[in-house]
Every structure is written in structure tokens, then in C-alpha cells.
């Protein structure tokens, strides 16, 4: 059983053990914490195997990163393994997704995926609150206000990040996982601009 905090860890391992075109840029993530993969191991959906979740968690950021960031257990390839690498992580940690049988959670990662692309293509803002707000809906479960958030973000409506967020915000409380998102957010570079409300229960 995977253990949430060895994510990154784990992922590179596994990676190593594939013996793929991937495996020689596998590199090590030393003490990196997998901040995303911590929000949703907290949540409330994912208590029955929280490292599973996130392990699939920190596998598709790491495939997100590989498109339109800095990755962190893959380095030295050139730009078109890159991608492939990408792709192939981003449908690795759907397959475990998927094999959980989480079937609502699979339709929110591949809005994530296909967001995100919508977001870097267009070079609008909003990536960080589109992951947070994900990531908390997976572990949290979704509501209405998330679901219309994301609705106006794929018309390109400049409010929808902020929506996002206080969407995020809403849920984590409700579940009582406030800090960790709090801790996440700050991890991934994101600075929220309101109060968080209080937890309940």
C-alpha cells in the first residue's frame, strides 16, 4: 500500500521499474512533498486507499508539469519525449483512477487535463485555482458552485478562477481539510485573496 506522504517517491520508483524510454530521465524528487496528492488523500472520498489517490494525484501533476512547467521526476529528456512523457502520465494515473472504479472522479481529472490545455493555449490565468479546486472536489466531492465554475471558465469568463477558488474554499471546509488546502495552495505557488470560511463539524 502506497503511503500519501512517499508519493513522489513512489512514482519515481515505479517509473525506474517500467524499464521504459522514460526510465533513464527518472530522477530522484528528495524531500518535495506531494502537496496535491496530501489534499486529496485528506478528503473524505478518498479514505478507503488515500495513497493511491494521492499517488494518481501527483501522477498527473507530474504529467501537467512536463507540458507547462518544471517536472520533478523526470529530467534531461528532450522536448518531444517530454510530451510523449506527459501523455503517458496523464493516462497512467487516470488507468488507476479508473481501476478504483472513483467514475466521477475520472470526468473531473479529465476536465482538469483538458482545462488546463484550454488555460495554456489561450495563456489565460487560472491554472492554480482549476488544480486546487479539482483536487479538493475529488477528495471533497463536487457541488454546483464548482460545476458552474468550471462551466465559465471553459467560456473564457474572467470571474471563473475566482470562482473556482471559493468553490475550493467552500468544500475544504465542509470536509474539515481547510489547512491542507491552505498548505497546497502555498505549495504550489497560489496566493489566495479571501478568508477561508469556517470548517463545520
Do not use: C
Not at 500500500?1 to 533513464?24: C, G, H, K, N, Y
Not at 524531500?31 to 501527483?58: F, K, M, T
Not at 520533478?72 to 488507468?95: F, K
Amino acid at each position: 500500500m502506497v503511503v500519501a506522504e512517499e508519493a513522489l517517491r513512489e512514482l519515481a520508483r515505479e517509473l525506474r521499474a517500467d524499464e521504459s524510454v522514460i526510465t533513464p530521465y527518472v530522477v530522484d524528487p528528495d524531500s518535495l512533498e506531494p502537496s496535491l496528492g496530501l489534499l486529496a488523500a485528506a478528503g473524505p472520498r478518498a479514505a478507503g486507499d488515500p495513497g493511491e489517490y494521492a499517488l494518481l494525484i501527483e501522477t498527473i501533476r507530474e504529467g501537467y508539469l512536463l507540458h507547462y512547467g518544471r517536472a520533478r521526476v523526470i529530467g534531461g529528456a528532450d522536448e518531444d519525449l517530454v510530451l510523449l512523457s506527459g501523455d503517458y502520465l496523464y493516462a497512467r494515473g487516470l488507468e488507476r483512477l479508473a481501476a478504483l472504479g472513483d467514475l466521477e472522479a475520472v470526468r473531473e481529472l479529465s476536465d482538469l487535463i483538458s482545462l488546463s490545455a484550454q488555460l495554456h493555449a489561450e495563456g489565460r490565468e487560472g491554472a492554480n485555482e482549476l488544480w486546487l479546486a479539482s483536487v479538493t472536489a475529488i477528495t471533497a466531492g463536487p457541488d454546483d458552485s464548482h460545476r458552474e465554475a468550471k462551466l465559465a471558465l471553459r467560456r473564457s469568463d474572467g470571474h471563473a478562477p475566482a470562482s473556482l477558488w471559493e468553490a475550493a474554499l467552500s468544500s475544504a471546509g465542509v470536509a474539515g481539510i481547510r489547512e491542507r488546502l491552505e498548505r497546497a495552495a502555498e505549495a504550489i505557488g497560489f496566493q489566495a485573496h479571501s478568508e477561508l470560511p469556517p470548517e463545520r463539524g
